[in-house]
């Protein structure tokens, strides 16, 4: 029985400025995983604080918040079976270092801080993350091929 989610996607400033945006959706799509919302902004203050408030506290905030204020950003919403989990996966452990060959970070990444993609790490997590970034309504569609990707 499958988990249909939905989870938030942040292609960080890093990754845009290497030019890695095309091939970081390709990974994401190749999977099977539905882009539901997309959008290449640049992230106001008061929506980084939003998204990091969690991290308030800890003396790496103001930083966090620099950084992705800093430069456009691409922000995503992927639908799929236990979307979470799947694009976590994809995404690799933070810290690009230490992230395993065929990962995003693992293969692009050399940085715990610049590490090019945020996602969100609960459907909880995703839900509040998405009502900071994509207030608005989402499409939604189904892929002719969604058959094929997901047959059980």
Not at 74 to 103: F, M, N, Q, S, Y
Not at 119 to 142: C, M
Request: proline share 5%; glycine share 8%.
């Amino acid at each position: 029985m499958s988990s249909i989610q939905r989870t938030f996607i942040i292609l960080k400033p890093d990754a845009v400025q290497r030019g890695l945006t095309g091939e970081i959706l390709a990974r994401f799509e190749r999977k099977g995983l539905k882009i539901i919302g997309m959008k290449f902004i640049k992230a106001t203050e008061a929506a980084a604080k939003q998204h990091y408030q969690e991290h308030a506290a800890k003396p790496f905030f103001g930083s966090l918040v620099s950084f992705i204020t800093s430069s456009p950003l691409v922000a995503l919403v992927l639908e799929g079976d236990e979307a979470v989990t799947v694009a976590r996966t994809l995404i690799g452990a933070t810290d690009g270092r230490k992230a395993a060959p065929g990962t995003i970070r693992g293969d692009f990444g050399c940085s715990k801080s610049n590490n090019l993609v945020h996602g969100s790490d609960s459907p909880e997590s995703a839900a509040r993350e998405l009502a900071i970034w994509f207030p608005d309504a989402l499409i939604d569609w189904t892929p002719c091929a969604q058959t094929w990707v997901a047959g059980d």
